[in-house]
């Protein structure tokens, strides 16, 4: 998002942070971009499988992606290399894990300026925790 956001600019890219934190009951990440945010009717929608963001380099449009539709080739892009994102499923999967390992994944965003992303695990040490495996 950040080199898309970025793309026309004559500046160089601005850095993504990362914070780790540990403490004795959980692990936490925070990941901080500044690649334009979004406005809250997406943020809504984010969670929702099938939600993606992906084609805004080709427009300004969200949308949900539409594996029925005869021509839509989510494996190609329009330059013809593979892509990875695009499919609706790596936002509201990571949270799923999140939730699994007694933790939480939310978004805080700020539209046209970026996203703090907070990504909190439980750690399978701490004495209080049970995992199903």
Same mark, same amino acid.
């Given at each position: 998002?950040?080199?898309? =956001?970025?793309? =026309?600019?004559? $500046?160089?890219?601005?850095?993504? !942070?990362? @914070?780790?934190?540990?403490? #004795?009951?959980?692990?936490?990440?925070?990941?901080?971009?500044?690649?334009?945010? &979004?406005?809250?009717?997406?943020?809504?929608?984010?969670?929702?499988?099938? /939600?993606?963001?992906?084609?805004?380099?080709?427009?300004? %449009?969200?949308?949900?992606?539409? /594996?029925?539709?005869?021509?839509?080739?989510?494996?190609?892009?329009?330059?013809?290399?593979?892509? &990875?994102?695009?499919?609706?499923?790596?936002?509201? @999967?990571?949270?799923?894990?999140?939730?699994?390992?007694? !933790? %939480?994944?939310?978004? #805080? @965003? &700020?539209?046209?300026?970026? $996203?703090?992303?907070?990504?909190?695990?439980?750690?399978? @040490?701490? #004495?209080?925790?049970?995992?199903?495996?």
């Amino acid at each position: 998002a950040t080199v898309e =956001h970025h793309r =026309h600019s004559d $500046s160089g890219l601005p850095t993504v !942070g990362v @914070t780790i934190a540990v403490n #004795e009951d959980e692990l936490v990440f925070r990941i901080k971009d500044r690649a334009g945010g &979004m406005p809250r009717s997406v943020l809504e929608k984010i969670f929702d499988y099938h /939600f993606s963001s992906s084609n805004l380099a080709d427009n300004t %449009s969200f949308s949900y992606t539409d /594996f029925d539709h005869p021509i839509y080739d989510p494996i190609v892009t329009r330059d013809n290399t593979n892509k &990875m994102s695009g499919y609706g499923f790596g936002v509201p @999967t990571s949270r799923a894990y999140c939730e699994y390992l007694n !933790g %939480s994944l939310t978004i #805080e @965003t &700020m539209y046209g300026i970026g $996203s703090d992303v907070y990504v909190r695990v439980g750690l399978l @040490t701490s #004495e209080n925790r049970i995992v199903r495996l």
